[in-house]
Nanobody
Framework: QARLVESGGGLVQPGGSLRLSCTASGFSLGYFSIGWFRQVPGKEREGVSCISTRDGTTDYADSVKGRFTVSRDNAKQTVYLQMNSLKPEDTAVYYC???????????????????WGQGTQVTVSV
């Protein structure tokens, strides 16, 4: 059964860094694109970044460009989200999911994604 598990969240001060991991099981990671999303209570889920595990192409939301970097290690079945220069507004639960519409990054419409992980909390605060 296909499954994604996020890890690496935590509490960090503004300006700090965290690296999130998204580990896949039950399917081969090299044929899909994986999206990172985040959500705060009372707000819609927001797309953050995407990577095609097939060719490595990436996409980012404007709010995180230049600060976040997505990468993948297909041999480890894992996608990473390196988050630098974190801001309080980055506080959210972060999720990863499989883009079932395309193997390449094609936007951040949540309905295009499946096999959502359970999420990992990121809190940016003094």
């Amino acid at each position: 059964q296909a499954r994604l598990v996020e890890s690496g969240g935590g509490l960090v001060q503004p300006g700090g860094s965290l690296r999130l991991s998204c580990t896949a099981s039950g399917f081969s990671l090299g044929y899909f694109s994986i999206g990172w999303f985040r959500q705060v209570p009372g707000k819609e889920r927001e797309g953050v970044s995407c990577i095609s595990t097939r060719d490595g192409t990436t996409d980012y939301a404007d709010s995180v460009k230049g600060r976040f970097t997505v990468s993948r290690d297909n041999a480890k079945q894992t996608v990473y989200l390196q988050m630098n220069s974190l801001k309080p507004e980055d506080t959210a639960v972060y999720y990863c999911a499989v883009n079932r519409a395309n193997y390449y990054c094609s936007g951040f419409v949540p309905d295009d994604y499946a096999y959502w992980g359970q999420g990992t909390q990121v809190t940016v605060s003094v």
